[in-house]
């Protein structure tokens, strides 16, 4: 079985930085492409970043495009998002998914297979 728990979410200024981990267990899920998707209020789920397996290639979706960094450390099975410059319309329940392949990255939400429970991210003006 594939799960995934997301950490690290919270109340923050805009400007402000958070980092958000995604602990997953599972013998092969640390060799699939995984990503962080967001759902504001009021609003359909959207991509945020993909990275793939070796964390040699990431994607960004073009709103948060150098303001967030996607990594993951197969070791301890974890992915981060560093969250820097955040802004009011930023804030959403961030989900960590993870896809069942190994090649490059995606951002379809067709392809993530397996999800976490999400965590809050609220930036205050």
């Known amino acids: 079985q594939v799960q995934l728990v997301e950490s690290g979410g919270g109340l923050v200024q805009a400007g402000g930085s958070l980092r958000l981990s995604c602990a997953a267990s599972g013998r092969t899920v640390n060799m699939y492409t995984m990503g962080w998707f967001r759902r504001a209020p009021g609003k359909e789920r959207e991509f945020v970043a993909a990275?793939?397996?070796?964390?040699?290639?990431?994607l960004y979706a073009n709103s948060v495009k150098g303001r967030f960094t996607i990594s993951r450390n197969n070791a301890n099975n974890t992915m981060y998002l560093q969250m820097n410059s955040l802004k009011p319309e930023d804030t959403a329940v961030y989900y960590c998914a993870a896809t069942g392949y190994n090649d490059g990255v995606r951002s379809r939400t067709y392809d993530y297979h397996y999800w976490g429970q999400g965590t809050q991210v609220t930036v205050s003006s």
């Open positions: 990275i793939s397996w070796s964390g040699g290639s990431t």
